[in-house]
């Protein structure tokens, strides 16, 4: 039988349980294995940083203070901006951070910080999380609020003496901030093959 | 003593499936049943009495090993089956990458030490005992479990392929079609039966908000890798992979706890989780801006190109052997894809002139690998060889001529072209583009 009175009846005393069930343990429905996670639990595990810069922390910093922890923390391993000369450049480098403006799009294509990514918060986040890459995290909110102040302003995104914090970093629009294109779910028709 | 069979095999005009010496899929089957029905008659002459065992190898005449608690390669194995960990050429990268050897395996399934890895960060040595992960952010309550803890939930347990976005990248600008046996063009596939908790309970457990869009996966690598996953795919068939083929993951492979995303770019399925935030927006994290968005030839890049594309490549033969006689061969190797199953392998052996459909070995299992055969009769005149799969979408995988007129050369990730092997007439085997 479809759709009979008794059925209709069943339903709406079932729903009607439901609700009431619903209201009432709402909050309490527990999890079957799963502990509650405490802030601390989360503080721990979460770095992520957003482009409307949800969850970035205090502390700030200039690419003045910047340029002193580049050479000691990172020029090991990237590369000096090219318009700073130095004895020493490392001779097997990591990605480069600098330059390659303009390149996009070409055979020579050179990505960097600069040139390539689109948000300003995505530095902050990752070279917090990752970066030196051998002692990550090893250095405090205010330094890498500086260090990412000097990756903008030796790509020619910000003034030497801009301060980065959480209200200033994510107001700041990236070179190739319109350079990318929603894939998901389907790529666009255009770059699909026939 | 052995006996000798003598095979012959008479081809006959109408097995013949495709150009140059394609045969139909059915060929061997026919032909075994041929050989087998014939029976090779023998006859032993007694000579003088010695122990019977005369001529047998040791290993046949003394008890071997006992049971070990492990089970290890042969001696004669280790060393050669093994992947390839050289660091891909052009400057310092502490990413490492081990790469399968696809040309040396068979079946659909890699065995999890030969299994690929791509590590942004190295392989951390995690204590099960300390990892747990949250799930916070747009939730009614944070929750946080620990490997054990998981371990009480019901589970699944299916067989996926894992595909570094990155597979084959040395196909889009290399002037020179690469030459590293598989490894660079394809060795970044692997297939595996994974098991673990359906992402949807754990979320579905915290309460997620219906305004919620996104899950933001991190892990507890130094470099705390992470990507943003769409909520539709965390809720339909993302897991929280606990096992792979049967045992606990693999350090390399995200142990205690990973996510899978069956189909999407590998690096979405974050290893060593440990945090997942649940929000409206994507993170746009280093992997999903930086790495990983496939630059055009316009100057504009694809980001959150997530799903894999469909894909197939001849196992062998490959340029790892070379064919040292004319006669019949058996062309084999793997179809996959992203979206679901694999509807169809097709194989040339004259660049793409003419195609056969190859044999697809069942059960044919959604975003699994998949294995094709088809006989081949090499007469000693040049070849080259092709396949090319097609999904239950009808999604076909490309000519690499065709991918680089839709994207450019830079695309770097997302290459999934016909691959091309030149016979010729020596037997000798290169990989061409074609």
């Known amino acids: 039988m479809r759709g009979g009175k008794s059925d209709m009846y069943m339903r709406k005393t079932l729903i009607a349980a439901l609700l009431l069930a619903g209201s009432a343990v709402a909050m309490a429905q527990e999890s079957r294995f799963g502990e509650p996670a405490t802030q601390a639990d989360i503080d721990k595990r979460f770095w992520s940083v957003f482009p409307d810069g949800t969850n970035l922390p205090d502390g700030q910093g200039t690419a003045v203070a910047g340029a002193e922890i580049f050479e000691l923390q990172c020029h090991a391993c990237h590369k000096n901006p090219p318009d700073e000369a130095s004895e020493f450049e490392p001779e097997d480098p990591a990605d480069v951070l600098f330059g390659g403006h303009g390149t996009i799009g070409t055979d020579g294509a050179l990505a960097t910080v600069g040139s390539y990514w689109p948000y300003s918060t995505t530095v902050f986040n990752y070279v917090r999380r990752a970066m030196p890459y051998t002692s990550p995290m090893s250095l405090t909110n205010s330094e890498y609020y500086s260090i990412t102040a000097y990756l903008l302003y030796k790509n020619d995104i910000i003034e030497e003496d801009t301060v980065l914090n959480k209200e200033t970093l994510p107001g700041i629009k990236m070179p190739n901030s319109d350079g990318f294109i929603n894939a998901y779910p389907e790529v666009p028709e255009k770059y699909r093959t026939k | ?434």
């Open chain 2, 1 to 434: 003593m052995g006996q000798k069979q003598n095979k012959t095999m008479i081809v006959d005009a109408t097995d013949q499936a495709a150009g140059n010496g394609l045969m139909n899929r059915r060929f061997f089957l026919n032909s075994a049943l041929a050989t087998g029905a014939a029976v090779v008659g023998g006859s032993a002459a007694l000579a003088q009495e010695t122990t019977v065992g005369e001529g047998q190898e040791d290993w046949t005449l003394y008890p071997g090993d006992d049971a070990p608690e492990y089970g290890e390669l042969s001696q004669f194995e280790v060393g050669r089956v093994k992947k390839f960990v050289a660091p891909p050429t052009g400057g310092r990268t502490a990413s490492s990458a081990g790469r399968t050897p696809l040309h040396l395996l068979h079946g659909t399934i890699t065995p999890s030490g030969l299994h690929f890895e791509v590590t942004h960060h190295g392989i951390p040595d995690v204590d099960p005992d300390k990892h747990q992960m949250v799930v916070h952010g747009m939730v009614k309550q944070p929750l946080k479990w620990g490997v054990e803890q998981l371990e009480n939930y019901p589970t699944v347990t299916r067989q996926h392929f894992l595909e570094c976005s990155g597979n084959g990248r040395v196909c889009w600008a290399q002037p020179k079609p690469d030459q590293n046996f598989m490894y660079m063009t394809h060795g970044l596939v692997s297939g595996s039966e994974w098991t673990g908790v359906p992402l949807s309970t754990l979320l579905d457990e915290a309460g997620v908000s219906k305004d919620a869009k996104w899950v933001i996966a991190e892990g507890g690598d130094s470099g705390s890798l992470s990507r943003s996953i769409p909520i539709d795919k965390a809720m339909n068939d993302s897991m929280v992979a606990i096992y792979q083929n049967g045992e606990r993951l693999r350090p390399s492979q995200g142990y205690p706890m990973r996510i899978l995303n069956p189909g999407f770019e590998g690096n979405t399925s974050v290893k060593w989780v440990r945090s997942l935030y649940v929000t409206d927006k994507p993170v746009m994290s280093r992997f999903e801006t930086s790495k990983y968005t496939d630059k055009l030839h316009d100057g504009k890049s694809l980001q959150f190109s997530l799903e894999m594309d469909v894909k197939s490549v001849i196992t062998r033969p490959s340029n790892a052997v070379a064919l040292e006689k004319k006669g019949m061969y058996e062309i084999t190797g793997l179809a996959w894809s992203g979206k679901g199953k694999i509807a169809k392998v097709e194989v040339s052996a004259d660049g793409g002139k003419t195609w056969a459909e190859a044999a697809v070995e069942g059960p044919v299992q959604s975003i699994m690998l998949t294995r094709f055969r088809i006989p081949w009769m090499y007469e000693g005149r040049p070849a080259v060889l092709q396949s090319r799969a097609t999904d239950e979408f009808g999604r076909v995988q490309p000519t690499r001529k065709a991918l680089l007129a839709a994207r450019g050369k830079q695309a770097y990730y997302h290459y999934h072209a016909i691959h091309s092997w030149s016979v010729n007439a020596r037997g000798k085997i290169r990989h061409v583009y074609a």
